[in-house]
């Protein structure tokens, strides 16, 4: 499983989603639930985490949070790794009980925090558990419609900002704004995430980029980091290998096919149109360049030499 991309820093929002093993369920009952509420309100004081929203499902659950110190991977280290423990010990079992990493895609907060807080309520609704949002027990839902006592560990004056500073006018607005899609189909506000990991306009998507990526352009292995930064073209590196390799036709050839794989984002059937093969041909050519890279230090460097040439 590739690894996700993280990118933390003080002040950030987050929708961070995390599915149980195997897609069973993460509560089995009342008391889990309770318990996991808990564990979000420590994370809040242990940790200066802010939870603005939250969704228990049955196998899963949603958050919008924000990390004012910048330490998302403790918080959520915290949260599901306490939680994790409570659960084996209560029901009798050992392992992990979420599947692989929680997913958390980094938000652009004025830009997608209230529409992100209707998706979450509406969850239980999309579902088919409930009709209407206010009859879910376990969001924040009523609690943003003045339905039911606030949590103390709950921050939702954020988004009921955007509905008036009184907060009577604010609450009575927020659960009409949620209300107009209950029961409708709608866009998903996540389907314009970028990598897996962004969500915001193009300006937010620039400067999350310059500030917070730029040192990982050496780790392309992260396929999210790959989507992100600029991609090279393949006429770039096929002009940077010729000069290299000269009428070394055949080893140019592979060494364009690696390339082309390794830095353009370009499909394989899309780089294998461009040498008359197959997916899987383009797969065994790169196989093969890489370990004879590995073993030949002369080839290595003419690689290195062509990385340095197209300023990667």
């Not at 318990?35 to 994370?43: D, N, P, Q, R, S």
């Not at 004025?110 to 009709?131: C, F, G, T, W």
């Not at 998903?188 to 990991?197: E, F, H, Q, T």
Request: with cysteine.
């Amino acid at each position: 499983m590739a690894r996700p991309l993280r990118i933390t820093f003080p002040g950030a929002f987050y929708h961070i989603t995390s599915r149980g093993n195997e897609r069973k369920p993460v509560f089995k009952n009342r008391r889990d639930r309770i318990k996991f509420l808990e564990y979000l309100g420590t994370a809040t004081t242990r940790y200066d985490a802010r939870i603005h929203i939250y969704c228990l499902m049955d196998n899963h659950y949603h958050l919008l949070l924000e990390t004012p110190s910048g330490n998302l991977p403790q918080v959520m280290h915290h949260i599901n790794g306490a939680y994790t423990t409570y659960f084996n010990v209560k029901h009798h079992r050992s392992g992990h009980l979420f599947q692989g990493r929680y997913k958390s895609i980094l938000i652009e907060e004025d830009e997608y925090a209230k529409e992100l807080s209707r998706y979450i309520h509406l969850n239980p609704v999309r579902a088919q558990m409930v009709s209407v949002p206010e009859d879910y027990e376990w969001s924040s839902y009523n609690q943003y419609i003045g339905k039911n006592k606030l949590e103390k560990w709950l921050f939702r004056d954020f988004v009921l900002n955007y509905f008036g500073k009184n907060r009577s006018t604010a609450q009575k607005g927020y659960k009409n704004f949620v209300n107009r899609l209950t029961g409708q189909e709608y866009d998903n506000p996540l389907k314009d995430v970028i990598g897996s990991a962004l969500l915001g306009s193009q300006d937010f998507i620039h400067f999350i980029t310059d500030q917070y990526l730029s040192e990982l352009s050496l780790s392309k292995d992260l396929p999210a980091v790959r989507s992100l930064l600029p991609m090279l073209s393949m006429q770039d590196i096929c002009r940077a290998v010729e000069k290299v390799f000269g009428d070394k036709k055949s080893m140019g050839r592979k060494v364009k096919i690696y390339l082309y794989q390794k830095y353009t984002g370009a499909k394989l059937r899309v780089i294998g149109n461009q040498f008359g093969i197959g997916e899987s041909g383009v797969s065994q050519v790169c196989k093969r360049l890489e370990a004879r890279i590995a073993q030949d230090k002369s080839l290595s460097k003419k690689i290195k030499r062509i990385e340095k040439k197209i300023k990667l």
